[in-house]
């Protein structure tokens, strides 16, 4: 499978943040979401991938060529969705568009009439006066006319209400059913990505924690709950996180077959992404 897009040895320092030699790859065809804490990295990481923020260092290469010397004509390609937005508030979406349009050379009218309607948008209406949701739905409108090969989405459903939240998730469906497309997004809301996504990464004080598939990761870790009495040094190991109550302990592991083995008596079930990404997070244990 191709790669779309490959990140290797990425590196953005500022103030008392820094991404540490952040290196991925999203796989033609895959809906991907990079998940993690607010200010984990995953804006700042989208961001340089941009170029809207100047990298330290590290290779950035979309569809097999550098970002940094192909800017132009690899952007062309791309449709980007950002959650604090650039548009100039004081236009209407019709004026707004045709500031946009003329720096994609795929650019169909026909599309975005057709989004635009779908999503019952009026051009004439006036950035400033658009809800959120409005503003996300105007947003990709205008990400998905012009022929983009990938979509790179900040932080889409971030304050949207469940049905806008549902049918964006719909219309990624759909684009992605177009073939030879991608998505890439992040997102703290991870029971969007339990809906739609194939791969996940997880971003941690700037570092990579893990790049999976979605089905595997949820096959490979259990929430396991059991007698705090057979806690040890060694049985301990096995849990990403521990909390323990008068009742007993609650722990995850990506261990089962060892956990179950040591420690007979105890309860296991399935895991969320949210509860994955918890037991990752710094702090975590007990």
Known sequence: MNSILEVSGLNKSYGDFSLDEVT???????ITGIIG???????????????????NSGSIKLFGSEMEHHEREL???????????????ELTMAEMKDVIAPAYSAWSEQDYKRYMNRFSLDPKQRINT????????????????????LLIMDEPT???????????LTILTDYMNEGGKGVFFSTHITSDLDKIADM??????????????????LDSYRKVKGDT??????????FLSISTTEFGFTGITNQTAKVQKCMPDVVVERLTIEDIMLSHVEGGRE
């Not at 971030?158 to 964006?168: A, F, T």
């Not at 009495?229 to 096995?238: C, G, P, Q, V």
Request: aromatic share 6%.
């Open 158 to 168: 971030s304050g949207l209400d469940p049905l806008i939240r549902s049918q964006l």
């Open 37 to 55: 804490v607010n200010g984990a990295g995953k804006t700042t990481t989208l961001r340089s991938i941009l170029g809207l923020t100047k990298k």
């Open 229 to 238: 009495m057979t806690l040890n040094a060694d049985t301990r190991k096995l």
């Open 200 to 217: 996940l990464i997880m971003i941690d004080h700037g570092k990579i924690v893990f790049q999976e598939e979605k089905d595997t990761l």
């Open 130 to 149: 658009l809800s959120k949701g409005m503003r996300m739905k105007y947003a990709l409108a205008l990400a998905l006319s012009h022929q983009a090969e």
């Open 24 to 30: 991925f790859s999203l796989p033609e065809g895959c």
């Open 75 to 89: 952007k062309n390609r791309i449709g980007i969705v950002l959650d604090d937005g650039y548009f100039y508030d």
